[in-house]
């Protein structure tokens, strides 16, 4: 079975400054990889998706991510945090079968 | 398009109290899901479907279940609820096919004394 590994909890960036949340996974083979960002008292919203193709990968609000097979890794990458990125950020795994397998999350606290 | 709907927003029960968790989706999908999230835990798998009359258990169906008797809908139920399955519960639904994305409900929070 597919795993998810988000090793940090908690991050805290200041306003302005660039932010990486790491992601890890396990599995056998490619699979889909997504990121999603859950404001307090929302629900999921998805900010980008692999599938093939191309490693770095554009999403919406700014955000990249850049999957490295080498390193069973799809981190998460924005060059200038805003307080609306305040947020727990989560990203999961989809083998195919759409089973999908989502990481404990991290919470990002920006500060001014 | 309403996307995906969930009632109630928010529930209290007590230990032993039945009750249903209503999903729906306008937007003709046929793979529809329910997930909960606990602190520290991230969103876990409760139960899935493909298509109406097909569900399958995701990764922790225990104490929960499902019908799929319409597209549109796909109720979660818990027949006698406990403590441990106070969480908040998402449903998503998403168009077959592995090229796809899912959409999310507003979740419902639970709590079970």
């Known amino acids: 079975a597919q795993s998810v590994t988000q090793p940090d909890i908690h991050i805290t960036v200041s306003e302005g400054a660039s932010l990486e949340l790491r992601c890890n996974y396990s599995?056998?083979?490619?699979?889909?990889l997504f990121w999603y960002v859950q404001s307090p008292g929302q629900g999921l919203q998805l900010l980008l998706k692999y599938f093939s193709g191309d490693t770095l990968v554009q999403g919406i609000k700014g955000f990249e991510a850049e999957f490295k097979r080498s390193q069973s890794s799809f981190n998460l990458r924005k060059p200038s945090v805003h307080w609306s990125d305040a947020a727990e950020y989560f990203c999961?795994?989809?083998?195919?079968?759409?089973?999908?397998?989502f990481g404990i999350g991290t919470k990002l606290q920006v500060i001014p | 398009n309403a996307g995906v709907t969930q009632t109630p927003k928010f529930q209290v029960l007590k230990t032993g109290q039945s009750m249903t968790l209503q999903c729906a989706q306008d937007m003709n999908h046929e793979y529809m899901s329910w997930y909960r999230q606990d602190p520290g835990m991230g969103l876990r798998l409760i139960h899935y479907s493909v298509g109406a009359g097909i569900t399958d258990q995701g990764e922790v169906p225990n104490g929960y279940n499902v019908s799929r008797s319409t597209t549109e809908d796909f109720p979660l139920r818990l027949l006698s609820a406990a403590p441990s399955q106070t969480s908040v519960y998402f449903c998503a639904s998403s168009t077959t096919g592995n090229l796809d994305t899912q959409y999310f409900g507003p979740g419902t929070r639970l709590t079970v004394l």
């Open positions: 999961a795994v989809d083998p195919g079968y759409q089973k999908v397998t």
């Open positions: 599995y056998g083979a490619t699979p889909y």
